[in-house]
């Protein structure tokens, strides 16, 4: 049972902004660990997408961003296009668990 | 190019052993802190542990469905991770990731390997 809570779908038109949000606790988030985001294509392995909160690696579009206030985080995918169609999950550290944590995951459909 | 290479899945009864490798290249594998995260069919990404690197410590940590059963080592002359798993159950079925960390984040994936835990 995971302790980050995502949606489990959010969808969008083609060059629609949306958002994901992920809620934790003061345990996680709250407690000022970093969030980071990965995407997964069906069938394949996750890629780290936005990590340290808001920092892109290279090769990651722009039109990802991430943000963090509180005990939550943000991913926004400005500019929905197609082949952004895909699983999104938050990941942090929890200090209670001593353990890393995944969010539930959230599918994103471009409609 | 960093490049994780997972093996050693198949199919276990339950209460089995099974130990997965993970053969890394393309960094400095010495100073790198590894985890393994799964995905059992259909779900979402969990955490299963961590080893941190030599000079670190070298020290473990699990998830709590895992603690107790399962046991992550490195080689650091093989440039290798494993993840060694007994008492297995039914629930352990997934596919199992090697994952490099920096910072906290899950940086670099392998492909991944698939455990199946069935009678």
């Known amino acids: 049972q995971s302790v980050l809570t995502q949606p489990p779908s959010v969808s969008g038109a083609p060059g629609q902004r949306v958002t994901i949000s992920c809620t934790g606790s003061s345990s996680n988030i709250g407690a000022n660990y970093d969030v980071h985001w990965y995407q997964q294509f069906p069938g394949t392995a996750p890629k780290l997408l936005i990590y340290g909160n808001s920092n892109r690696p290279s090769g990651v579009p722009d039109r990802f961003s991430g943000s963090k206030s509180g005990t939550s985080a943000s991913l926004a995918i400005s500019g929905l296009q197609a082949e952004d169609e895909a699983d999104y999950y938050c990941?942090?550290?929890?200090?209670?668990?001593?353990?890393?944590?995944f969010g539930t995951g959230t599918k994103v459909t471009v409609l | 190019e960093v490049q994780l290479v997972e093996s050693g899945g198949g199919l276990v009864k339950p209460g089995g052993s099974l130990t997965l490798s993970c053969a890394a290249s393309?960094?400095?594998?010495?100073?790198?802190?590894m985890s393994w995260v799964r995905q059992a069919p259909g779900q979402g990404l969990e955490w299963v542990g961590r080893?941190?690197?030599?000079?670190?410590?070298?020290?473990?940590d699990y998830a709590a469905p895992v603690k107790g059963r399962f046991t992550v080592s490195r080689d650091d002359s093989k440039s290798t991770l494993y993840l060694q798993m007994n008492r297995l159950k039914t629930e352990d079925t997934a596919v199992y990731y090697c994952?490099?960390?920096?910072?906290?984040?899950?940086?670099?994936w392998g492909q991944g390997t698939m455990v199946t835990v069935s009678s």
């Open positions: 393309g960094f400095t594998v010495n100073n790198a802190w």
């Open positions: 994952i490099t960390l920096y910072n906290g984040s899950h940086k670099f």
């Open positions: 080893i941190k690197s030599k000079t670190d410590g070298g020290t473990t």
């Open positions: 990941q942090s550290y929890d200090s209670s668990l001593s353990a890393y944590v």
